[in-house]
Nanobody, 117 residues
């Protein structure tokens, strides 16, 4: 059974940091492109960051320079280190695993990040 379990969300003040984790099970983690998405209230889900199976990373313009995505294939876990957080970063953050050649796409349940005084 495929599972993606996000953790690490919470309430943080502007300028603070959070580290999100996503623990994967039920599939060959190292063969999947891993991404973090987020969805703010009333908005569409948007891509935040992606890390390829080779470790290549890409970021949305809105978080570039403040966020780092990484993966540990030995732990089947992907991380999102977020620094200099802003109120507009407030959203539910979702972990995504995708394998394009097999047309497989998995989602976690999400973790809430709230940036506020």
């Amino acid at each position: 059974q495929v599972q993606l379990a996000e953790s690490g969300g919470g309430l943080v003040q502007p300028g603070g940091s959070l580290r999100l984790s996503c623990a994967a099970s039920g599939f060959t983690f190292s063969s999947y492109v891993m991404s973090w998405y987020r969805q703010a209230p009333g908005k569409e889900r948007e891509l935040v960051a992606t890390i390829s199976t080779f470790g290549r990373t890409t970021y949305s313009d809105s978080v570039k320079g403040r966020v780092t995505i990484s993966r540990d294939n030995s732990k089947n876990t992907v991380y999102l280190q977020m620094n200099s957080l802003k109120p507009e970063d407030t959203a539910v953050y979702y972990c995504n695993a995708r394998r394009y050649d097999l047309d497989q796409n998995y989602w976690g349940q999400g973790t809430q990040v709230t940036v506020s005084l």
